[in-house]
């Protein structure tokens, strides 16, 4: 089993930032993909990030490349996402997920992730 929980979030203006934190317990974190998303009220939930197990190989939703960065500290069983340049349609409960049943590169079809977090809320004011 894993456990994931996720901090960082809060209320910010636009252009602003903001560092989300996603905490792993359980199994080996190191070994897995993983990836961020977030679902806006009204709206299906969406990829915005994915990391592979090293940390080597990212990839980003349209939406927010060149703003937001996605990382990993193995040794603290932790994956961020550095989000800057904030926009109101940024807005939207953020989850991390890991897929521990694939050991290759980075995820980006949700539905190949079996843990998530509780996710956490980002709110970019105009």
């Known amino acids: 089993q894993v456990q994931l929980v996720e901090s960082g979030g809060g209320l910010v203006q636009a252009g602003g930032s903001l560092r989300l934190s996603c905490a792993a317990s359980?199994?080996?974190?190191?070994?897995?993909?993983m990836g961020w998303f977030r679902q806006a009220p009204g709206k299906e939930r969406e990829f915005v990030a994915a990391?592979?197990?090293?940390?080597?190989?990212?990839y980003y939703a349209d939406s927010v490349k060149g703003r937001f960065t996605i990382s990993r500290d193995n040794t603290k069983n932790t994956m961020y996402l550095r989000m800057n340049s904030l926009k109101p349609e940024d807005t939207a409960v953020y989850y991390c997920?890991?897929?521990?049943?694939?050991?290759?590169?980075?995820?980006?079809?949700?539905?190949?992730?079996?843990?998530w977090g509780q996710g956490t809320q980002v709110t970019v004011s105009s």
């Open positions: 997920a890991l897929d521990s049943r694939y050991l290759g590169d980075y995820v980006t079809n949700q539905y190949e992730y079996d843990y």
């Open positions: 359980g199994r080996t974190f190191s070994r897995y993909p």
């Open positions: 990391i592979n197990w090293s940390g080597t190989s990212t």
